[in-house]
């Protein structure tokens, strides 16, 4: 009996012994399990707080952001962030790409790089460990559950990581955005199989990018991917390209203490990359633009001047283009007043002086009509039919005074108005003139006097200059036959050269001059360009002088065309491909067509750039970005394939003023010439171009002798 309660006795023992044990292990399991748990919760919460701040790092801003990038950021005049970075790094590509086309302008490209290299330093701080990016990570970790561990989380370091050298960015380019006769990077685009719109490539990022001497640097965001945990060892084996780039991957190192029972410290490792999730409305991927880039065309001032003839030109009343012009005007001398004596005497002074050599111009116009009066018209008929009238001594001469012809005693022939036929100083004839009034026509006396030769003044006449007896009843032939003309309106103001010259020969021919000269160079050099066609002369209008019309942007181009404005490369290729820089996808047909409803008035300046609605306008009005840069391209050829020479008769041209002939019968070359000299420019400030139109005239001298 003793023996079996001693038996019993052990046996109970080993069961408590045994329940011990299987207590202190079920604790242990538990407290295992729950620091098991309480790891993976730390886990957890590390990679919550890291994909937190992968995400969130996209749109962290920094600022200020230059006006030559303020149409890069979203929204528009903001700061810039990781999201928009990669454009303001594009459209410093295009800068650069733009310099190295043109061969200049590469220091301004260098300029427009450093503000971005600015920008990226400011963001790569920022995303660097601090207040910034411990606080993304902890407005997750901090929200998450960590029961079983007890502490919370926090971020005790984090390393930054510019992970995937050559993937992708966020920014895809149209192919015609690259400058004409420019070679591309090699490096350009991604190694990544995602692709922008239109399946373009996107931009390479993480791997320097060189144009223009300098190396560009973009950042890998991959479009369309979320952001994701990556390996911490490619992390950790990723490095940075440039001192100035920001990162786009990140390693954190958590710390938490274990609160429930142990009191240590632990932590975990996790690393995460960003990702530009594409948006229902593109605002994660762009094309590479520079959307605040202007071109300027510019149409140089006119020149003003004071014509009071030429101002509103009207010939045909003129001497020079209707009497003078249509043969010759018959004269005859009227020798009432002046005694045979005086005319003989004049009549040998002539002699003697074309003899001697002194006169040798008048020696076919010597005569008596140089004494008293002439009487004229542009008629030769009816002087003839006066001098037969009052020389012929046969009364049965019809031409006679009292020929039975003519009715009471007086040849009707010559008196249509029997009424007036008594009256002293009756007009007997409208064809035939008098003196020196306007309009006087020649009394019935004044007729009766007409028995000399006739002298015709032809403009053959005016070669000689302004002598003998043509010149000296000049007049009288313009008084007589009203040729005064529209006293006009004085000064006038936007001339092309080209009309300058114009108006200058028109008026010196309106005062009656014999001769004229061009005024070229025309004062102050180059004028501003009008529409108008080369090989015509301009019919009068209200204003005359001024033949040329305001033309479109594209008229004027093609005006000034010498066969390359659309040959490959050539100036519109320049213009669509800057177009396209401003605005990607935009078509050839938008361009053309915008330049060719565009009107620009002599003296003005277009601007042509992106709208807030994302389109190509052409106007007055200065773009929101506009600098006042000036163009860093080479300094154009004016003598180059947009400048056109040509023969300008509009100077001394038939149909001016109504003219039947050109003003004057001989007189020097003049050549117009029309500019449209086209600048390209880096887009540095924004500036990608610039077109001037001009007009000038080369030559000139003295014209001589009227029609």
């Given at each position: 009996?003793?023996?079996?309660?001693?038996?019993?006795?052990?046996?109970l023992?080993?069961?408590a012994?045994?329940?011990?044990?299987?207590?202190?292990?079920?604790?242990?399991?538990?407290?295992?399990?729950?620091?098991?748990?309480?790891?993976?919760?730390?886990?957890?919460?590390?990679?919550?707080?890291?994909?937190?701040?992968?995400?969130?790092?996209?749109?962290?801003p920094?600022?200020?952001?230059p006006?030559?990038?303020?149409?890069?950021?979203?929204?528009?005049n903001?700061?810039?962030?990781l999201?928009?970075?990669?454009r303001?790094?594009?459209?410093?590509?295009?800068?650069?790409?733009?310099a190295?086309?043109?061969?200049?302008?590469?220091?301004?490209?260098?300029?427009?790089?450093?503000?971005?290299?600015?920008?990226?330093?400011?963001?790569?701080?920022?995303?660097?460990?601090?207040?910034?990016?411990?606080?993304?990570?902890?407005?997750?970790?901090?929200?998450?559950?960590?029961?079983?561990?007890?502490?919370?989380?926090?971020?005790?370091?984090?390393?930054?990581?510019?992970?995937r050298?050559g993937?992708?960015?966020?920014?895809?380019?149209?192919?015609?955005s690259?400058?004409?006769?420019?070679?591309?990077?090699?490096?350009?685009?991604?190694?990544?199989n995602?692709?922008?719109?239109?399946?373009?490539?996107?931009?390479?990022?993480?791997?320097?990018?060189?144009?223009a001497?300098?190396?560009?640097?973009?950042?890998?965001?991959?479009?369309?991917?979320?952001?994701?945990?990556v390996?911490?060892?490619?992390?950790?084996?990723?490095?940075?390209?440039?001192?100035?780039?920001?990162?786009?991957?990140?390693?954190?190192?958590?710390?938490?203490?274990?609160?429930?029972?142990?009191?240590?410290?632990?932590?975990?490792?996790?690393?995460?990359?960003?990702g530009?999730?594409?948006?229902s409305?593109?605002?994660?991927?762009?094309?590479?633009a520079?959307?605040?880039?202007y071109?300027?065309?510019?149409?140089?001032?006119?020149?003003?001047?004071?014509?009071p003839?030429a101002?509103?030109?009207n010939?045909?009343?003129?001497?020079?283009?209707?009497?003078?012009?249509?043969?010759?005007?018959?004269?005859?001398?009227?020798?009432?007043?002046?005694?045979?004596?005086?005319?003989?005497?004049?009549?040998v002074?002539?002699?003697?002086?074309?003899?001697?050599g002194?006169?040798?111009?008048?020696?076919?116009?010597?005569?008596?009509?140089?004494?008293?009066?002439?009487?004229?018209?542009?008629?030769?008929?009816?002087?003839?039919?006066?001098?037969?009238?009052?020389?012929?001594?046969?009364?049965?001469?019809?031409?006679?005074?009292?020929?039975?012809?003519?009715?009471?005693?007086?040849?009707?022939?010559?008196?249509?108005?029997?009424s007036?036929?008594d009256?002293?100083?009756?007009?007997?004839?409208?064809?035939?003139?008098?003196?020196g009034?306007?309009?006087?026509r020649?009394?019935?006396?004044?007729?009766?006097?007409v028995?000399d030769?006739?002298?015709?003044?032809t403009?053959?006449?005016?070669?000689?200059?302004a002598?003998?007896?043509?010149?000296?009843?000049?007049?009288?032939?313009?008084?007589?036959?009203?040729?005064?003309?529209t006293?006009?309106?004085?000064?006038i103001?936007?001339?092309?050269?080209?009309?300058?010259?114009?108006?200058?020969?028109?008026?010196?021919?309106?005062?009656?001059?014999?001769?004229a000269?061009?005024?070229?160079?025309?004062p102050g050099?180059?004028?501003?360009?009008?529409?108008?066609?080369?090989?015509?002369?301009?019919?009068?209008?209200?204003?005359?002088?001024?033949?040329?019309?305001?033309?479109?942007?594209?008229?004027?181009?093609?005006q000034?065309?010498n066969?390359?404005?659309y040959?490959?490369g050539?100036t519109?290729?320049q213009?669509?491909q800057?177009?396209?820089?401003?605005?990607p996808?935009?078509?050839?047909?938008?361009?053309?067509?915008?330049l060719n409803t565009?009107?620009?008035?002599i003296?003005?300046t277009?601007?042509?750039?992106?709208?807030s609605?994302?389109?190509?306008?052409?106007?007055?009005?200065?773009p929101?970005?506009?600098?006042?840069?000036?163009?860093?391209?080479l300094?154009?050829d004016?003598?180059?394939?947009?400048?056109?020479?040509?023969?300008?008769?509009?100077?001394?041209?038939q149909q001016?003023?109504?003219?039947?002939?050109?003003?004057?019968?001989?007189?020097?070359?003049?050549?117009?010439?029309?500019?449209?000299?086209?600048r390209?420019?880096?887009?540095?400030?924004?500036?990608?171009?610039?077109c001037?139109?001009?007009?000038?005239?080369?030559?000139?001298?003295?014209?001589?002798?009227?029609?």
């Open positions: 009996m003793m023996l079996y309660r001693r038996r019993r006795g052990a046996t023992g080993l069961v012994i045994v329940a011990l044990v299987v207590i202190v292990i079920g604790v242990a399991f538990f407290i295992l399990v729950r620091m098991m748990g309480g790891g993976r919760e730390v886990a957890n919460t590390t990679d919550a707080g890291a994909l937190n701040l992968a995400k969130k790092a996209m749109k962290v920094v600022g200020p952001v006006l030559e990038f303020s149409r890069l950021t979203q929204p528009e903001s700061e810039v962030t999201l928009t970075y990669n303001l790094v594009a459209q410093a590509l295009l800068v650069a790409l733009n190295e086309a043109q061969q200049s302008g590469q220091a301004n490209a260098a300029k427009t790089w450093a503000e971005v290299e600015k920008l990226g330093l400011k963001l790569r701080e920022v995303l660097d460990d601090g207040p910034t990016t411990q606080s993304y990570f902890s407005e997750v970790a901090s929200v998450n559950n960590t029961k079983m561990w007890g502490g919370a989380v926090f971020p005790e370091t984090i390393t930054q990581g510019f992970m050298a993937g992708s960015t966020n920014v895809w380019f149209d192919p015609n690259f400058p004409v006769g420019g070679n591309l990077p090699a490096n350009l685009f991604s190694t990544g995602l692709k922008g719109t239109n399946n373009q490539p996107y931009m390479r990022g993480y791997e320097p990018i060189s144009a001497g300098l190396a560009i640097v973009g950042v890998p965001v991959f479009p369309g991917v979320k952001p994701h945990l390996d911490a060892g490619e992390l950790n084996g990723s490095s940075s390209p440039s001192s100035n780039v920001p990162p786009n991957s990140w390693k954190v190192q958590s710390r938490s203490q274990e609160t429930k029972k142990t009191m240590l410290t632990g932590g975990a490792l996790a690393a995460a990359i960003v530009a999730v594409l948006q409305d593109d605002v994660s991927q762009f094309g590479a520079i959307p605040g880039g071109i300027e065309f510019v149409n140089l001032p006119g020149k003003s001047g004071s014509f003839r101002s509103h030109m010939g045909s009343d003129s001497v020079f283009n209707n009497e003078l012009y249509d043969g010759a005007i018959h004269v005859t001398n009227n020798v009432g007043g002046a005694s045979t004596l005086e005319a003989i005497a004049n009549l002074q002539a002699i003697i002086r074309f003899l001697l002194q006169d040798a111009t008048d020696a076919g116009h010597v005569s008596l009509f140089n004494i008293g009066h002439a009487c004229f018209s542009t008629d030769q008929s009816v002087i003839d039919a006066w001098i037969k009238f009052n020389k012929s001594a046969d009364p049965n001469d019809p031409n006679h005074v009292d020929s039975p012809q003519a009715e009471g005693g007086r040849n009707a022939n010559l008196d249509p108005d029997p007036t036929r009256q002293p100083n009756a007009f007997v004839n409208s064809d035939l003139r008098f003196g009034d306007p309009g006087r020649a009394t019935r006396d004044q007729a009766l006097q028995v030769t006739t002298d015709h003044c403009c053959m006449d005016y070669e000689r200059g002598s003998g007896p043509c010149a000296n009843n000049l007049g009288a032939f313009v008084g007589n036959y009203s040729t005064k003309q006293p006009g309106g004085g000064a103001n936007d001339f092309m050269n080209i009309e300058y010259a114009k108006a200058s020969i028109i008026e010196q021919l309106l005062e009656g001059n014999w001769s000269t061009t005024p070229i160079p025309v050099g180059r004028s501003g360009l009008k529409k108008f066609d080369h090989g015509s002369g301009y019919p009068s209008g209200d204003n005359p002088v001024d033949f040329g019309q305001t033309g479109t942007i594209l008229e004027l181009l093609v000034c065309d066969g390359c404005l040959s490959q050539g519109f290729d213009i669509y800057r177009c396209v820089q401003i605005c996808l935009v078509s050839r047909d938008e361009v053309r067509n915008l565009t009107e620009i008035p003296g003005k277009m601007y042509l750039y992106r709208s609605a994302n389109k190509l306008v052409c106007n007055s009005s200065k929101p970005t506009y600098s006042g840069q000036l163009p860093d391209g300094p154009p004016l003598d180059g394939c947009m400048t056109v020479r040509y023969n300008a008769c509009q100077v001394n041209a001016d003023a109504y003219l039947h002939e050109t003003p004057y019968l001989s007189g020097p070359s003049v050549t117009g010439v029309d500019r449209a000299i086209w390209t420019s880096s887009g540095h400030q924004n500036l990608l171009g610039r001037e139109f001009s007009n000038d005239a080369e030559g000139g001298g003295t014209y001589s002798h009227p029609n």
